[in-house]
C-alpha cells in the first residue's frame, strides 16, 4: 500500500498572470480535470466540484444513392415500453410517440440484449449480442472499431453521419463514434458525478444541436442522424412544467419531456421540408424496473421491465400506417431492418434479422430466441452474472438458482416453473448455449493486449485482466436476486456521495463491507467519499482496494492520480495517470493530468506531447485545446500556442476562457491592443473574471491608457467577490498609479 506524504501548504505552482487560472470550473465535468484545475487543486484556491400521407408499405429494392432516404435513430434511454401512451399507459403524456406510432409500425414485444446503456447501444449498432461485440458493461469495455455498424455502412453510402449524445457513458471513447462524420458528445452544464461516470446532457440541449445541423442538410446527399436521450434515466428530475405535471411520478415527467423533445425534432423535419424523406425509427436501449422484484433502476436483473423497450418506425409511404407487431423482435433487428427498407447492404455479420417482411403485422410465426444478458452484478459486485433466453412464450434466466417463466400466463415472472418443466428449460439452454457458444463470448476490455499488460507490470501492476476476482474453489458467486437488496443500499449510498451527503452514505456502506469485504463497488464508494471529503490517504487506500478486485479499471487510476495530486505528490499522479493510460490510451483526462504535472515541473516537451495526443483523441473537445494552449503558451511557443486558441474560438467563439488565454497572450508579445480586445471581448462574456479584468488593466496601462486602467481596478477592489489577492494587487496599481 502507497501510503501518503504530508500534505503541503498552499503555494502557487506556476508563475503566470493571474487570468491564466481558468474560469468556470463549475461548467466542466469534474472528470475533465484540466491544466489549470491542476494548478488550482495545488494551490488549494478552488473548492472540489464533483460537482401523414399514403401509408402502404413498398417492397424496398436498391435505390440510387443519391435519392435514398434518410434516417434519423432516436434512442431513448431507460425508457420502459409501458410507460408510453401507445404502449397502453393511461397517465402518459407522450402525443408525438404515439403518432409516430399511430402513423408507422410499433413493436409490441421490442427486447434489449443488455439493460445497460453501452452494451445495448453497441447492440443497436451493431446488429450483434453482447457476446459477439464484446462490449459488456459501461465503463472499461468498448466497440472495436473492426465492427461494422450502422453509421459505417451508410458513411460507406455517401451518408453525411451526425451523432448527439446525451451521457458520458457514450463518450467516444468508448468506439460508437466510428463511422460518424460529426460525434457530438459535448457535456455543457453536465451535472458532475464520480462513480457512475455519468455527466449528463439534458435532452433539449442536445436536440439543439441536431436542429441547427438539421439545418445544414436540406440539400445534398442523405443523412444519418442518431439522437440519444438520458433524460429519463435517474435521477428523475424533469425540467418545468414537467416537474409540476408529473409531481410524484417524475420518471412519466422525464419520458413526456423525451416526448417534446422529439416534437421540436418533428417540427425541425418539417420545416426543412426533410420529413417526408426520412425514415425515423425510435427504440429504447433498456427499461427500468421501478421497484419490479425489489430492483429500483436497472443493470442486475433481465427481467421484462428492464429489458423490454418500445420500438417505432416510421416513413409514411415506406413503412405502413397503424401496424403492430405482436411477434417477439430484438434491438439486433433494428439495424438490419432499416438498412433493407433504406434500400442498402446489409451488415456482413448480425445475430439480428431484417423485420421487413413483418411490418404489414402479419406476423412469421416462428421469431427467433431473444437474449439478453447483465454482466454487471459480476464486474461490480462479484455476483454471478446473468443470462437470458427467450422464446414466444418462456423464459429462461441461467442464474445460480435458474429460473423459467410462462410469459404469456405470467408476465410480470413471479412463478418460476423450472423445477416443474425441466424439458421446456433444457431446450432453451441449448438456445442460449447455441447464441453464446457455450462460454462467456466476447470481452472488448479497454486495451488490454500483452504489451498493455508488460506496461502495467512496469508500472507496479501484475495480474491485469478483463476478469474480476477469482471465486475459492467449492464457492460460487451470489445470485443476485438474494442479495439485490445490498445493491439498492449501495446504490443510494452512491446518490448520497454523489449529493454530498457523506455522514449518511459512509455507515451504510461500512455495513455492506462488514457483511461482503470484496465488494468491489463498495470499495470504490467508499474511495469516492474520502476523495469527496478530501481525505486523500484514505481515498487512495479504497482506490487501491478496489483495484486488487478491478484491475482494468482505468477510472480508478484516474482518481487515485487525482488524489495523489491534491496531496501534491506528482511523482505518483503521474505514475496512476500512466497506468489508466496503460489500460484506456484514449483516457484523454489521465493525459491532461499527465500534460498538468508535467508542465508545472518545467517539463514542457513531454507535457505538449501528452496534450498534443490528447487532442488528436478528441479533436472536437474544445477543452482540451486550451490545455494545450496554455502550455504551448509558458513554453514560449506563442505561434503555435495563439494558433490552438484560434482553433478552439473557431469551435467555442464565445468561450471567454479562450479569449482571456488569448489575450494573455497577445499582451506578452507586445500586441496590446489585440491584447486588450480579447480581454474586453471576454468580460462582455464574463463580467466576473476578476484576474482577467486585472490583466486588462496592466495592458491599458502599458499603453498609457492610465484612466482605463483606473477604472478596472477601481472595480475591482469596490468588487463585493472579487478574490483577496486580486482585490490587494489592483489597490497597488492605484497607489501606484496615484503616485
Ligand atoms: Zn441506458
Known sequence: MTRSKQKKGPRREISKPVSAQPAHQSRRRWLLIGLGSVALIMTGLVAWHFRAPASSATTPARVDSARRDNLLLITLDTT???RLGCYGYPRAKTRYLDRLAAEGVRFEYALSPAPITLPAHASIFTGLYPPGHGVRNNGNFYLGDAHQTLATVLQKQGYRTAAFVSSF???????????????????????????????????DRTALQLSQWLERQAAGPPFFAWLHLYDAHEPYRPPMPFRAMFAGAEYDGEIAF????????????????????????????????????????HSMFVYESAIRVPFLLWRPGLVPGGVVVQEPVRAVD???TVLELLGVPALPRTDGRSLVALLKGTGSGSPPPAYAETYLPQFYMNWAPLRAIRDQRFKLIDAPKPELYDLKDDPREERNLYAEQPETARALRRGLEAITGGGEGAMSVGGLDREAMEKLAALGYVGAGAETAPVPAGQSRADPKDVIAVF??????????????FAEALPVVRQVLAADPKNAFA?????????????????????????????????????????YLKMGDRDNALREAAAALVIDP??????????????????????????????????????????????????????????EYRALLALKPDDPTALIGLGVLQAKTGASEDAARSLRRALELDAGQDGARYDLGQVLEKQGRNDEARAEYRRLVEGQKTPPAVRDAARQRLTALDR
Do not use: C
Open 80 to 82: 420502459r415500453a409501458d
Open 169 to 203: 457513458i457514450l463518450d467516444r471513447r468508448y468506439g460508437l463514434a466510428h463511422g460518424f462524420d460529426l460525434y457530438d458528445d459535448a457535456m455543457q452544464g453536465a451535472q458532475p458525478e464520480v462513480i457512475a461516470l455519468e455527466a449528463e446532457r439534458r435532452g
Open 258 to 297: 423525451d416526448d417534446a423533445i422529439v416534437a421540436s425534432i418533428l417540427d425541425k423535419l418539417e420545416k426543412t421540408s426533410l420529413r417526408d424523406r426520412t425514415l425515423i425509427a425510435v427504440i429504447g436501449d433498456h427499461g427500468e424496473s421501478l421497484g419490479d422484484h425489489g430492483e429500483e433502476t
Open 334 to 336: 433494428l439495424a438490419p
Open 488 to 501: 439498492n443500499r449501495l446504490r443510494r449510498a452512491n446518490t448520497a456521495v454523489r449529493d454530498r451527503r
Open 523 to 563: 470499495r470504490v464508494v467508499m474511495g469516492s467519499a474520502y476523495m469527496g471529503m478530501e481525505q486523500y490517504p484514505q481515498a487512495i487506500e479504497w482506490f487501491r482496494k478496489y483495484l486488487e478486485l478491478v484491475p482494468t479499471s482505468a477510472y480508478a487510476h484516474h482518481w487515485l492520480a487525482v488524489s
Open 586 to 643: 484514449k483516457f484523454t483526462d489521465a493525459r491532461i493530468i499527465r500534460g498538468g504535472v508535467l508542465a508545472a515541473r518545467g517539463d514542457y516537451d513531454a507535457a505538449i506531447t501528452e496534450l498534443r495526443t490528447a487532442v488528436q483523441t478528441d479533436p472536437a473537445k474544445p477543452m482540451l485545446r486550451l490545455d494545450l494552449a496554455k502550455v504551448l503558451g509558458e513554453a514560449g511557443h506563442t505561434a503555435e500556442a495563439e494558433t
